[in-house]
Structure formats: structure tokens, C-alpha cells
């Protein structure tokens, strides 16, 4: 059974940074695309951006030129987020499956993880 975990979530001032990290267990093949997306109480989840297993790369007019996703050798996704805004305050969800197409649809692929929370406040 396919597990996502996410790490790295927490407080932040706005103007500040942190890296949140998702590694995938159980007995998979490296997935095709990985990514994220977050969500605020009472409005849907929204894509945040994602990686294919080439490389490519996609983002949120939202967040472009603020955070960045890379992706390990295996299946492990990080996302820098730099110059964190209220705004962003959310929690943020793990996404990984075999569609590449995400970065064009930004939609989810089938696995989710349990997600972390970003609170960007003074």
C-alpha cells in the first residue's frame, strides 16, 4: 500500500521560508509525477505545482518566482517556499501518480498524503 508522507510544515513570518519534504513508502516504481497542492478550510484544494519523473516542472501564477519543487532519485518531493505570504497559509497535501498531464490540467494524480500545515503570520 502506497504511504505519502509530508514534513516540514509550521509557523513562519511573512517574508520567511520553509521546505516541506514528502517521501512515498511501500512498494511502488518511482512515479511519474509528483507535486503538491494545499487547501484552506472551506474552499477547495487548489494545485500548488508539480514534477514529472523527466524533470519538467509547473507552478501556480500564485507562487511562481516563490517556490520552487525538486524531486530525489527515488520518490521523494521537496517544495522551497520563499517570501511566504499570508495568503499561503494553508495545509499543504503530498499528490503522486502516473499522470504527467498534471502540469498542464492541474489535476491530482491518485495518491495523496495526510498534509502539513503552513501558517504564515506575524
Known amino acids: 500500500q502506497v504511504q505519502l508522507v509530508e514534513s516540514g510544515g509550521g509557523l513562519v513570518q511573512p517574508g520567511g521560508s520553509l521546505r516541506l519534504s514528502c517521501t512515498a513508502s511501500?512498494?511502488?516504481?518511482?512515479?511519474?509525477?509528483m507535486g503538491w497542492f494545499r487547501q484552506v478550510s472551506g474552499k477547495e484544494r487548489e494545485y500548488v505545482a508539480a514534477m514529472t519523473s523527466s524533470g519538467s516542472d509547473g507552478y501556480a501564477d500564485s507562487v511562481k518566482g516563490r517556490f520552487t519543487i525538486s524531486r530525489d532519485a527515488a520518490n521523494t518531493v521537496y517544495l522551497q517556499m520563499n517570501n511566504l505570504q499570508p495568503e499561503d497559509t494553508a495545509v499543504y497535501y503530498c499528490?503522486?501518480?502516473?499522470?504527467?498531464?498534471?502540469?498542464?490540467?492541474?489535476?491530482?494524480?491518485?495518491?495523496w498524503g495526510r498534509g502539513t500545515q503552513v501558517t504564515v503570520s506575524s
Open positions: 511501500g512498494s511502488v516504481p518511482r512515479f511519474s509525477a
Open positions: 499528490n503522486a501518480g502516473g499522470r504527467r498531464g498534471i502540469l498542464v490540467t492541474k489535476q491530482p494524480n491518485d495518491y
